[in-house]
Each structure stands twice: as structure tokens, then as C-alpha cells.
């Protein structure tokens, strides 16, 4: 097991606003990429889990196997627990952990997955070389992470502009990478995984019922989440900044025709 720690920090938090989107997240909408390769029997690890929807909802495709959410802050697995208990999913179970030195022996599951992990940790190429540690011989890691480099919107407002910009800034400053979609290939060849297979897919909101709600959640995020505490922390912006660009994502949900597209690159690693 490695001896290390994560020093990063985390931009969005686990604010309701951001909880929202998180409990929106589904096998299916977000983990597609890596179903034709499950079997009923497998053992998989998934990183970062937060409040749980993806993991439990994997846990139908193994029926016969099991799943363990992992996540560093502890608090959220309350509510992923009772996600489980909800579902009556018994082939689960949530621990807390950090991913830089994973507490599990080398060949632990058939497969290590994580989802919008990597582009907010220090070091996303020593991640990738604990989770291909537990990983077994003939299973596979697997990651997706969104690139806000590749995030494209109608209409073009000049405030959302100026959102991307200062996501990025704060991203940095808190030692993550925003543009991680487009790297993950290339981490996973510097952490020494083999037999990469790369693919993206993207998030697409354009109902009125998606406008409005993924609009509102980022117009509460911004003022009163850990993204706003670190963006006023660091002197990257004031309040009052962050209050123009919350009444921006109103202005831009009110548009008839609006529309956001949210790129992710995928890869899948083969241990051989």
C-alpha cells in the first residue's frame, strides 16, 4: 500500500448544489462505456463514489458479484448507504479511503473505476498506478473525466465566458486539471497501463426541464459553495464577481433555445 495522502483540493465540495448533479449520475449516463465488459460474478472498486447513484446502480450488473464505493470524504457516504438501503442492494458496500494508497492487496478486483476523480487530485498519475495495483490479471481499469475545455453552450454569452475562465483558475489553483478528459491516455501510459482503449461521450441538456435545472444548480453553486469559498479565498474573484456570473446562468436558462454539451474522454486499461 502506498503511503500517501491527497493534498489536493476538491473545487466543487459537497454542497446540496453540487449533490444535485451527483445523484443525477447513473450507470447508464455516465459509466455506458464499461458495461459490455462486465460479467455477473465481478468484484470492482469504484473511486470516489460520492454519494453512491453510480455504484449502486452498477451493483444490478453483477448480480452475483460485488461493488465497494470508496470516497475521502466521509460524510457523503451517508447518504449513499441509504441510497443502498433504498434500493434494497445488498452486493454493496461504502468504505472510506484515499485513492493515492489504496488499503486493498495487488490483484483485488476485476475491475477499478473511477468518475470525475482524476481532474480534481495532485498526482492522477499515481491514482492510476493504485488502482491498476488492485486490479487482477485479465480485469481492467477504467476512468471518465469531463474536459471544460471541449464544454460548448448556446447562446454565447459573454458571462459564461468568463465562468469558464475563472473554472479553470480555481481548478488550477486547487491543484486540479480542468482539461482532464483529453489527458487520461496519456496518464495512463505514464503510470505504465497497457492495452488502452479510448473512447468520449458526452452530456447533453437541451429539454426546458434540463435547462432549468442544470442553469439553477450552477447559479447556487457558484455563490455558496466550496467553489466560491476557494475562488474568494485565493483573491481569483469577489462576491460581487461571483453574483453577476450566478444572475448570467439565470439569464442563459431563460433562453428558448438553450443548450450545453459536456465532453468526457474514457479509457479502458487491460491487465494482462
Not at 448544489?17 to 458495461?35: C, D, E, F, G, K
Not at 461571483?242 to 442563459?252: D, S, T
Amino acid at each position: 500500500m502506498a503511503d500517501k495522502t491527497e493534498s489536493a483540493v476538491y473545487t466543487h465540495g459537497h454542497h446540496a448544489s453540487v449533490l444535485r448533479s451527483h445523484t443525477w449520475r447513473t450507470a447508464l449516463n455516465s459509466a455506458a462505456y464499461i458495461l459490455p465488459h462486465l460479467k455477473p460474478d465481478m468484484k470492482i472498486l469504484d473511486i470516489g463514489c460520492g454519494p453512491g447513484t453510480i455504484t449502486v446502480d452498477l451493483a444490478s450488473y453483477i448480480p452475483q458479484g460485488h461493488i465497494t464505493g470508496l470516497e475521502r470524504a466521509e460524510g457523503v457516504l451517508d447518504q449513499a448507504r441509504a441510497l443502498a438501503k433504498e434500493k434494497d442492494v445488498k452486493n454493496v458496500d461504502f468504505v472510506v479511503g484515499d485513492a493515492n494508497g489504496l488499503s486493498y492487496e495487488d490483484q483485488s478486483f476485476d475491475v477499478v473505476i473511477c468518475h470525475q476523480v482524476l481532474q480534481h487530485v495532485r498526482n492522477p498519475i499515481g491514482i492510476l498506478k493504485e488502482m491498476y495495483r488492485v486490479a487482477k490479471v485479465g480485469g481492467f481499469v477504467a476512468a471518465r473525466e469531463s474536459d471544460y475545455g471541449g464544454f460548448v453552450w448556446y447562446p454565447s454569452l459573454d458571462g459564461l465566458s468568463k465562468w469558464s475562465h475563472l473554472y479553470d483558475e480555481v481548478a488550477r489553483n486547487n491543484g486540479g486539471e480542468p482539461n482532464a478528459g483529453r489527458m487520461l491516455h496519456s496518464w495512463a501510459r505514464q503510470a505504465g497501463l497497457a492495452d488502452i482503449k479510448c473512447s468520449t461521450s458526452t452530456w447533453c441538456y437541451q429539454t426546458k426541464d434540463e435547462i432549468s435545472w442544470w442553469s439553477d444548480l450552477w447559479a447556487e453553486r457558484i455563490v455558496v459553495s466550496s467553489f466560491a469559498t476557494t475562488a474568494i479565498d485565493a483573491q481569483i474573484a469577489t462576491k460581487g464577481d461571483l453574483e453577476n456570473l450566478a444572475k448570467v446562468w439565470r439569464k442563459w436558462g431563460d433562453e428558448e433555445d438553450a443548450w450545453f454539451n459536456l465532453l468526457h474522454g474514457e479509457i479502458i486499461a487491460y491487465k494482462h
